[in-house]
């Protein structure tokens, strides 16, 4: 096989690199073709030349897109990593302004996060970086590191779990649970109980499909177990169910106050202590490069209102 330490690195064309690292990342040709600027019969004949210079497939069209080969995989973190570098070289003492900038930046969200974030986070990127492009991905907590590691996304924001040395993190925000109904709902008219919430019909959001969660374990505590009536996979479900039923949902107040703006809905406090806990993070090789630093505070910011 071939071995990259073998190579002249003055006869290798570094667009082709940048060529891997948007395959790499995208999966597609025709997205990683749009990422870095060029057709897509210009980034297939990119690839063939790739295949060449490493001697490897390097990626597999398979139906959910192009499958990275082990080798590709190997590179990866390699070709992702040193581009990194050098754009941070390029950048260093030059500042960054986001005003001027053409980049792209890419959030992998939670979609609680999203929820409660894409207002803000929407409002300021366009009024402080118009030219820039602002990329919210779906993200499940879990696959963070992983994502953060191969250069698919550059911040991570969800309820994330520990990380590697190599990822930092940051708490971003806590947001306390509050019950959302009907405002002509029963348990609308009164303190609301452990019991009486209990009681209830309940709403429950989980992209993921999962039945029961943290809530369900802190009930237990008090002796109390709920009833899922209902599961959805998203958070613009909850409003229309709402309004058409008794059913009560268990929501971050920021989704809440989403929510009851949309639809005729009550908001209650919850009568157990509990909150989302929404954490930032970022591969240690971008921590000082200077249009990252920017996107991380813009997240801290619009976190923050």
Sequence with gaps: MLSILSMDIRAVDLNLLKAFDALATERAVTRAASRIGLSQPAMSHALSRLRGLFGDDLFVRTP?????????????????????????????GAGFDPATSLATFTAGMGEY???????????EFS??????????????????????????IDVAVAHLRAMPPAIETALLFRDPFVVVARKDHPIAK?????????????????????TSGALDRLL??????????????????????????DLVATVPSRAATLIAAHADIATMPLPVDF??????????????EPAQAWFRKLLVEAAGE
């Design 64 to 92: 959910g897109g192009m499958e990275p080969t082990a080798r590709a995989r190997e590179i990866a973190l390699l070709v992702s990593s040193a581009i990194e570098q050098i754009e941070a070289a390029l950048n260093l």
């Design 127 to 152: 009024r402080l970086a118009p030219k820039a492009t602002l990329r919210l991905l779906p993200l499940n907590g879990a696959e963070a590191a992983e994502q953060l590691e191969r250069g698919a």
């Design 275 to 288: 909150s989302a806990t929404i954490s930032m993070a970022w591969h240690r090789r971008a921590s000082s």
């Design 113 to 123: 996060a999203e929820v409660a974030l894409v207002g803000r986070l929407a409002r």
């Design 220 to 245: 237990v505590d008090y002796g109390q177990r709920r009833r899922v009536a209902l599961l959805v996979a998203t958070y613009l479900a909850v409003p229309a169910a709402l309004a058409a039923s």
């Design 190 to 210: 009164a303190p609301l109980t452990v019991e009486a919430y209990a009681a209830q019909n309940h709403v429950l959001v989980s992209p993921r499909g999962d």
